[in-house]
């Protein structure tokens, strides 16, 4: 499973901003897809996450409100809707992929990664 991040880059505070995660390797539906954060020297957040068959969502609290999760499956990608952004939300931004339904927020219980895309906001 190869999982590729992209969208990132420098906005104003209050922009909005749509990254995306391609996905490769995988079959079926019984999986789920996150997104993490990690700025620096920060432990990495959890975002949300969605299962990716029934595109039930889940969000992490600090973002819960101003970003949404979506899917395309024809297109194999997962979205991460950004919007109202603040300095606060400036970080690397990771999507992740999971076997099974959970929508787990714990980063250790993903097994794939893809490489993370920076987001800047500056105030």
């Known amino acids: 499973v190869q999982l590729q991040a992209s969208g990132g880059g420098s906005v104003q505070a209050g922009d909005s901003l749509r990254l995306s995660c391609v996905g490769s390797g995988r079959t079926g539906n019984n999986y789920v897809m996150g997104w993490f954060r990690q700025a620096p020297g920060k432990e990495r957040e959890f975002v949300g996450s969605?299962?990716?068959?029934?595109?039930?969502?889940y969000y992490g609290d600090s973002v819960k409100g101003r970003f949404t999760i979506s899917r395309d499956k024809s297109k194999d990608t997962v979205y991460l809707q950004m919007n109202t952004l603040q300095p606060e939300d400036t970080a690397v931004y990771y999507c992740a992929a999971k076997i099974g339904t959970i929508l787990d927020s714990n980063a250790s219980l993903y097994n794939y990664w893809g490489q993370g895309t920076q987001v800047t906001v500056s105030s």
């Open positions: 969605i299962r990716w068959g029934g595109g039930t969502t």
